[in-house]
């Protein structure tokens, strides 16, 4: 009965051996990455004379190389690379390609040993009344498929650049420089850094991120807390599912069943975990989590991150599926009570089902005949 969704699952977790496209990100720790900044004019009002001096301000010690409307600002590219990411550039703005805070990326052919690599682009915009003005931040490295997964981080890394960039640029050195060289550590390896730390327990920084649970981490660094945040939210389904309860309906869904904070001690060899919680679905990924790690890929990391919250939505809309139907069918409700037994997300499954059916009568008398169900078979093995 349930083959197709075993067969699912194991496709799902099995991602590393069909991702061909990551591949090659196996040495992601000493991967070639590079970054750029050009200013970016949209008018030419000003005298040549001011528009020189303007210039080279702005360049300080980097050599200004105009391309119609772009000068170099800095770059970590190779010199003979960066006028054809400068050209690259230009044809994308001409085309109007490149929107104000809104991240481009796509494969670039340069003069690197790696060929073609993936890019990021961003046009910053200078704001109102600076006649369009801006600067476009390039971030360079990995595959184009590969930095797509990190969208979102990479467009949070670059905004947060925005406050540095002023017409003098006199912290190119002390902050811009710094800045942009660590944008692949920051925005791409913290998955990674994370499973590396807690290996085969990040099962529990799973559960807890899809079970909405607080998770709180002593005696490590910012970095690793900032890490340990990011990666929960990553792995949260919040504003994906379709209809979500929200997480103040969840945490009030079950009167009987207060859920305490996950506590991370990173000060202990190893980690001492308090409160930590997982499931059968959730260490089915552990070993893939693993492997990927092992391979140093934090692009497969992030593939195999976006499969597991896919497989846990496809199951929560199935259940709700079985919960409808198991209001007017007692074999429904068989069916329903069978497939929480075999995913392995029963108790998740089950906490979110609760909150977002919390204003049905007869869905609730559904869902305490499954949490009756599930608590016998706890009994004997955990689901």
Known sequence: MFTSQTSSFQDSIDVEEKETDFDNEEISQQINCYYAVYFYETTRSESAEENETKSHRRTESTASQDDGSLSLVDTSLPSEAEPELRSYISRRLSKGALLGGMGNIATVELSVPEEAVGCYCCLLEKGEGQDGDGYVVCLLGGCERGLNLFRLELDKYVQGLQSCLCPELQNLETEIRPYLSRWYEESVMHIYRVVQLMQGDVAYLLHAALSHTNVDVIGADERTKADITRFIKAASLQGLAPEEASTASLCKSAPGDLQSNLLVDC??????????????????????????????NPFLLRQILENFKLKAIQDMNNLKRFIRQAEMSHYALFRCCLFLQACGNGDVLLRNARAEHSGLPEACDIIRVLEEFLSEQAQGAPY
Do not use: G
């Open 267 to 296: 000060s202990r060899t190893p980690l001492l975990f308090t409160n930590a919680v997982s499931n059968r679905f959730c260490d089915d990924w552990i070993q893939a989590f693993l492997n990927a790690a092992e391979r140093s």
